[in-house]
């Protein structure tokens, strides 16, 4: 297959996931969370890993409530920290509390996380025209910001290349490769 980008043929996960979500516009506030959820938990690992594990997540963490997250407990902790399925790194089950309350100062401050972060681009996807692997970025100057922003607020785990990796997740940047049939731009407006 030569219309279809090449990262995503490893897997079935990894296709399933280029198929039908990256870089796909999200709207949906929860949905986002969740794609920032799977993105900080993924540091250090790969893709195909945290898609595996995606399942397990879900209801570990309360189909990515980030409200009910917020208030996890103690012994909610030592629960998330002895369920094998999961990610069990004390740090990053640490950032998801505390990255889901600081989600919710953002969703007050503007109204919802996705007018938030996609006022950076005026509301504009951002379209990569990558024709090889090697070309892909793994960071910009708006990552940098964004993440920059992000720590400022309180965020945890959330690098300028994680943040890059986000971007693409929900849409804000479409990084399909030229050759494959899912890069066509869609904008918002
Ligand atoms: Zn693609």
Redesign the pocket.
């Known amino acids: 297959m030569k219309d279809?980008?090449s990262w995503?043929l490893e897997s079935d996960e990894l296709l399933n996931y280029?198929n039908k979500e990256?870089c796909n516009i999200v709207k949906d506030d929860t949905k986002i969370f969740e794609l920032l959820v799977l993105e900080f938990m993924q540091a250090g690992l790969s893709w195909n890993i945290i898609l595996k594990k995606r399942e397990f997540m879900r209801k570990e963490f309360d189909n990515f409530d980030y409200m009910k997250i917020s208030e996890y407990s103690e012994d909610k902790i030592i629960e998330m920290l002895s369920n094998k399925n999961i990610i069990r790194n004390r740090l990053k089950i640490k950032a998801l509390i505390n990255n889901a309350k600081k989600f919710m100062e953002i969703q007050k401050k503007y109204h919802s996380f996705y007018n938030y972060i996609w006022t950076y681009t005026d509301f504009k996807v951002i379209k990569n025209t990558y024709n090889l692997d090697e070309e892909r970025k793994s960071e910009s100057y708006l990552s940098k910001m964004i993440s920059k922003d992000l720590k400022k607020r309180g965020f945890k785990f959330l690098g300028s290349k994680v943040v890059y990796s986000f971007l693409e997740a929900i849409g804000v940047y479409n990084s399909?490769?030229q050759y494959?049939k899912?890069?066509k731009i869609s904008n918002l407006n």
Do not use: E
């Open positions: 279809i980008c995503a280029h990256w399909h490769m494959c899912y890069s």
